[in-house]
């Protein structure tokens, strides 16, 4: 097949491990990339030995690139992600897709008109424990799932918000500890229930100063299966845990710790699972994000891009589309409209 040509737009930290996933992914590989700080893209490309470019409509006129990934900050998707569907690129957008429903589904309709694909990076549903467990939930193996929960309590210090003046407000953050960092987990949520119905929930700003977004949150779920579940998620919870996520039915229990299998007892046992238990006991091999967001790995990211060139190639659609990579938000955006008014939301779809 092949190779994919791409384009990053934006050269912030996640742009680094892009471009280090290309350098690794079998059906694709980096093109250029383009910043509005041209001195940065210069150095980003000298970097990983692509082109650069201080204009996006040069960037995005260069015929070797068939598809861009964004990875500007959540706020700043939606204009770069436009200017690359009318451009005829394919789109691959590092979470969150954008920072509301309404501006996700403006990119949505905008890649079905143009017949582009679009995706939203969610690299953790690559991962085995993940697809594991979606294979358990499809076979019934929990019998009627009770409670779906997702954890993710981080920690990331004033600093870290003090460092870039986007960071913590609401107009480009979109939010804080359920937005930027619990994302990942809510999307595996999703992934593995299917949708949520009703939320409430509280959120508050706890451990930093000078920031307009949450810190810590939580929130209560029904699912349309009927399971009921809850997120937690914080940035104030020194030194940081895992990402975690508990599915637990009638008849089976089942905990994911980033790649990690740290629970997986069915009451019908099968022949394979003593040895799933043996093999991602302590799969996981990185820091996950939990104190530092660059420690974590790029395996799921390469996944994710050879599984987006595959789709180009074979003209079929991403194993995660824009309208999937959109749910979390849908989610996200009842958790905030219940955080403020204290009432329960309907999510919306």
Known sequence: ?????????????????????????????????????????????????????????????DEQIEAVTITTPSGYHLDPALKAIEAGKHVLIEKPLEITPERCDAIIDASRKKGVKLSGIFQSRFHDAARLVKKAVEENRFGRIVLADAYVKWYRSQEYYDSGAWRGTKEVDGGGALMNQGIHAVDLLLYLMGDVVKVGAFTSTLAHKNIEVEDTGVSILRFANGALGCIEASTGSYPGSLKKIEIRGDRGSVVIEEESLTEWTFMDERPEDEEIRKKYINATKSGGGASDPMAIQTHGHEAQFDDFAAAIREDRDPYITGEEAARSVRLLSAIYRSGDSGAFECVQK
């Open 1 to 61: 097949m092949k190779k994919v040509g791409f384009g990053i737009i934006g050269t912030g930290n996640i742009a680094d491990l892009h471009a280090r996933a290309l350098e690794n992914t079998s059906n694709a590989y980096l093109v250029a990339v383009f910043d509005i700080v041209s001195a940065k893209a210069e150095s980003f490309a000298k970097k990983y030995g692509c082109k650069y470019y201080a204009s996006l409509d040069e960037f995005l006129s």
